[in-house]
T-cell receptor, first 115, second 117 residues
């Protein structure tokens, strides 16, 4: 099973709302990632978790707050977002971030619209 | 720092025609190369990757890519495309990072392949 699942598929929120994106994998992977993808652009890395600890934060604004409750789950908490944060949010996982040439497996994404 | 260039933002072709999607990279160290495909309204799927060994790598759906170190290229080819191959294709590279962390995937800007009947 090489599946990464993400919920919800679509999300519409106002600038004062608080919402969460969820990601789950059951491949035993110890590295999980959040990416942001704007239309017609490649994915941009936001956060990396390794063994449930935050390893990398690519200078993401604090209105995005990641959380890794256990090795299979990754959340992205959203608060006070701006319309320019509207994008496709992709979750990915890999066996380990330290292995050369690791394949990252992507979920289908959550399409977020901020009004 | 590494970078990836996909020269063609869009490639329209007719069904059953051959196609080549170009990818060039720049890096001063050894690289690991990937092609990902993104079908409309979906996430990214790994198509194929080059880590080492044979420079020609193949996917299960008829695509192949050849690693050319001298030309720093990893072009993707298919001899005969189907309408279902219509998608965005991203070339990506990873290199050994500092502290042994090799997580960083650097993506090209993507090439939209449109297969017309």
């Amino acid at each position: 099973d090489t599946e990464v699942t993400q919920t919800p598929k679509h999300l519409v929120m106002g600038m004062t709302n608080k919402k969460s994106l969820k990601c789950e994998q059951h491949m035993g992977h110890r590295a999980m990632y959040w990416y942001k993808q704007k239309a017609k652009k490649p994915p941009e890395l936001m956060f990396v978790y390794s063994y449930e600890k935050l390893s990398i934060n690519e200078s993401v604004p604090s209105r995005f707050s990641p959380e890794c409750p256990n090795s299979s789950l990754l959340n992205l908490h959203l608060h006070a977002l701006q319309p320019e944060d509207s994008a496709l949010y992709l979750c990915a996982s890999s066996q380990d971030i330290a292995q050369l040439g690791e394949t990252q497996y992507f979920g289908p994404g959550t399409r977020l619209l901020v009004l | 720092a590494q970078s990836v260039t996909q020269l063609d933002s869009q490639v329209p072709v007719f069904e059953e025609a051959p196609v080549e999607l170009r990818c060039n990279y720049s890096s001063s160290v050894s690289v690991y190369l990937f092609w990902y495909v993104q079908y409309p309204n979906q996430g990214l799927q790994l198509l194929l990757k080059y880590l080492s060994g044979s420079t020609l790598v193949e996917s299960i759906n008829g695509f192949e890519a050849e690693f050319n170190k001298s030309q720093t290229s990893f072009h993707l080819r298919k001899p005969s495309v189907h309408i279902s191959d219509t998608a965005e294709y991203f070339c990506a590279v990873s290199v050994q990072g500092s502290g042994g962390s090799n997580y960083k995937l650097t993506f090209g800007k993507g090439t939209l392949l449109t297969v017309n009947p």
